[in-house]
C-alpha cells in the first residue's frame, strides 16, 4: 500500500521501512531475520507493473520483467547502512558454508541436503538479482565502492557458488561504469594488438636485419653500371706471383740439369 500510494506524507515512512531492511540485511548473527529482510527487499523492489499484475495480459506473457528504474529499486539504493554491502556478506556466508560442506562431506552430500549452505538457493540467487539491478539503477551504481567490487569478482569467479548466482553477478560487475576518478588507472586486461602490431611482434630481430642487409646489397648492385662490371678484373694475388717466380726458378734449372747431361754424353 506504501508503494502503491507514494505521497508526501509516507516518503519518511518509506525511508525508515527500506532503512529497516537495511540494518536487518547487516546482522550475520540473525539468520532468520536476514532471510525475511531479503525477501521483503525482492518483492518492494519490483516494478509496480509486476506487483499489482499489469504485466499479466495476454500479449505480455507469464514472465516478468524487472524494472531496474522502479520506484522501490531507488528507495533501496538510497537505503542506510549500504544494503550493497550487505546483499554481498549475505552471499558471502552462503558461499563459505558451501566450501565447508563439500570440504568435509563431498558435493553429493550438499546436492541431497541444499539447506547444508545455511541457506536456500532461492535466497541467494534473488541476493545476486538485487545486486544485479542495482547496478543497473542510477541511483544503485553510486552504491558499489572497489572494495565491493573486488569482492563481487571474487564470489563471481568462486568453484563452489551455483552457476546463476555467478552469472548474475557478473551481470552486475559488467553495467557497473568506470567512474571519472577511476579511469586514470591501470586497466585489468590489456587492450588486444590489431593485427599490424601481432605481425610485427612475430618478426624477429635477426629476419629484419637480413632483410636490411639484402636491401642494401641489391642498391648496391643495382647502382654499378654493365661496363664497370666488364672492365673490372681481380687484382692478382702476392701468393700468384711467388707461385710463378718459383715455377721460372725450377724451369732453369731443368733446363741447366739437361744442358749438363748432354755435354757429358
Known sequence: MLLATPSLTNNGLLDQLFNRLAAYL?????????????????????SSSSLFGQNSGPDSGSQTIPNNNSYGLSLLAKAKPCPVSGLVSFIEAAEVKTRQVIDQHGVQALQEQPDLMGTSLELVRRAGGLLERLASNPMGKARFTPELELRLLSLATSRVLDATVAQLLSGALFN???????????????????PARVLELLKSPEHDQKEEIEREEEKKETKKSPTEQDHESPAPSSDGKEDAEESKVLSTMVLEDQGGSDVAV
Open 176 to 194: 557497473l561504469p568506470t567512474p571519472p576518478g577511476r579511469a586514470d588507472r591501470k586497466k585489468l586486461l590489456p587492450e588486444l594488438p590489431s
Open 26 to 46: 547487516a546482522i550475520p548473527e540473525d539468520q532468520i531475520t536476514r532471510e525475511l529482510a531479503l525477501s521483503t527487499m525482492h518483492y518492494l523492489a519490483e
